[in-house]
């Protein structure tokens, strides 16, 4: 993605969720975008402000603060006389919720993917086990209330889709352990944008809540080794669900 293609981005964008972005949010999402899939390099430096904003058609302050926004997230880093360039990935911050749904705005290589999940089964099978141990009454109310919205709603809906995330917040919550649950945003939005990469070119070819559901009658019921069982099988299904779309999408 060129500067040259951006300046398709002048004014409003819309978002892949039907929001409408101000300029430099819309402006920082196309060069997040370019960044994590590739097309800038990790040390190649972006245009000044002054050439910027005359080839966009917007004003300095706004790719200016585009830039601050990128910066924040550890895609870019700004320094005098030579200018802002992007970060090495390392420096990225992976679980940011914008910095995921930018990956998941094409296709994900699969060994990030396999990356993302591998996160997962380190976080979540082992949250679930002390979930089963520390829960309280509001969090399986909370879990169940879940359940039944995402039932009720299916994963193709935006509504469903956020009963998924609250879902996997409470079990973090119920955790208790404040380090973990530090990691709910990030979850919640790599729970919810591998939804959605799912359904992207097909409905989904298998429902996933009866594994929620096993995950959360083990929670309920106190038992930290099933809960730690069906959560690892949870997030394994996840990830052949994902990497089948995946696959999927890049067939001829």
Known sequence: MSMDD??????????????????????ARDLGI???????????????EIEASERLKISRTAYREALRILSAKGLVESRPKTGTKVSARFKWHMLDPDV??????????DSLLESLFELRRVVEPEAAALAAKR???DHVARM??????????????????????????A???????????????????AVA????????????????????RRVFDAVAAGDSEASRAAMTD?????????????????AP
Do not use: C
């Open 234 to 250: 949870l997030v394994n299904m996840a990830f052949h669900d994902t990497r089948g779309a995946l696959m999927a999408a890049s």
């Open 171 to 189: 079990l973090l919550e119920a955790s208790g352990n404040p380090f973990l649950i530090t990691l709910t945003s990030g979850v919640g939005a």
């Open 100 to 109: 995921l749904q930018w990956i998941f705005e094409l296709e994900p290589s």
């Open 6 to 27: 951006l300046t398709a981005s002048k004014g409003f964008h819309p978002a892949p969720d039907g929001k409408r972005l101000r300029i430099h949010g819309s402006v």
């Open 144 to 169: 169940d209330k879940a359940l039944e919205a995402m039932k009720e709603h299916t994963l193709a809906t935006e509504a469903g889709r956020q009963a998924d995330q609250d879902f996997h917040a």
């Open 193 to 212: 944008w591998t939804t959605v990469f799912k359904q992207r070119h097909a409905p989904l070819r298998r429902d996933p809540i009866p594994d929620h």
């Open 34 to 48: 370019a960044i994590v899939s590739g097309r800038y390099s990790p040390g190649e430096l972006l245009l000044g």
């Open 135 to 137: 829960r309280a009454d």
